[in-house]
């Protein structure tokens, strides 16, 4: 399975046939034969794998973050892995108080632990004082996995082209900028019209009614992580009927 990475989203969409609906996957993953990522009611379970911006191939991304849950809850450590060497690994999360880590820079070894602030989360020594910036902004860089769409931009465009039905559009041109969030488990929600280019009046609530409708057909994404949890994201995508 492979992932190509583009932390902005530009689809163009060409349409000169009709494309029948297609439901696409949304509980799991297939990583070599082996379920990952897997949703059932809406809890996450079993194993989790996670890949870093910029890797085209998996499971020998550089950046990997894995970790297990049982009916939504994690079930131990959080490990991060890059080149396939451990480098980070984080406490279980039983709460939202402290959550310590043990970090692995070069021969170097940090510990400390995260904590949320009001609506940020700080990283401190365990001594309790805020980590110098050299250190915490090289631990918050490897904790952060952004949002990726399973398979890659390619194959994003295929199942767009697939989910679109040219009759819903009645032959209108322009393009459509939406934005949704992805939520924790990679589902997207929330889509909204935040722009449109070249088009106006029927034509432009035409092409609006099916880019939000196409969009909530997508499957699931990698969901976005950051420190210690799993966040909800913001994307927003151009999407251009010619």
């Known amino acids: 399975m492979k992932l190509f990475i583009n932390r902005i989203l530009i689809l163009v969409i060409f349409f000169q046939v009709a494309f029948n609906l297609v439901v696409l996957s949304q509980s799991m993953m297939d990583n070599d034969g082996n379920t990952i990522n897997q949703v ?7 194993k989790w794998i996670l890949y870093s911006e910029g890797d085209t191939q998996i499971p020998n991304g550089k950046r990997t973050l894995e970790c297990i849950h049982s009916n939504d809850t994690l079930n131990g450590a959080i490990e991060i ?18 959550i310590e ?5 070069g021969s170097k070894t940090i510990e400390g632990y995260f904590q949320k602030k009001g609506s940020k989360v700080k990283i401190f020594n365990l001594s309790g004082t805020e980590m110098t910036s050299k250190s915490r902004d090289w631990v918050a860089a ?4 952004i949002p990726l769409y399973y398979n890659g931009i390619e194959e994003l465009h295929r199942d767009i082209k697939s989910l679109l039905s040219c009759d819903n559009v009645k ?7 939406v934005g949704f969030t992805v939520d924790t488990n990679g589902y997207v929600k929330n889509p ?7 088009t106006t009046g029927e034509s432009q ?4 009614k099916e880019a939000l409708r196409t969009v909530m057909l ?15 994201t913001k994307f927003r995508i151009p999407i251009t009927f010619e």
């Not at 059932?40 to 079993?46: L, P, Q, S, T, W």
């Not at 892995?81 to 402290?98: A, H, M, T, Y």
Request: proline share 3%; glycine share 8%.
């Open 171 to 177: 032959g209108a041109k322009g393009t459509i900028y």
């Open 81 to 98: 892995r890059e080149n396939g060497k451990l480098i980070l690994k984080i406490g279980k999360v039983d709460n939202n108080s402290k």
């Open 205 to 208: 609530y035409l092409l609006e």
């Open 101 to 105: 880590f043990t970090a692995f820079k």
């Open 218 to 232: 997508l499957p699931r994404f990698q969901p976005g992580f950051q420190s210690y949890r799993f966040v909800n």
């Open 142 to 145: 490897k904790t952060e996995f």
């Open 192 to 198: 909204e019209v935040f722009k449109a280019i070249n």
């Open 40 to 46: 059932v009611e809406n809890k996450k379970i079993g």
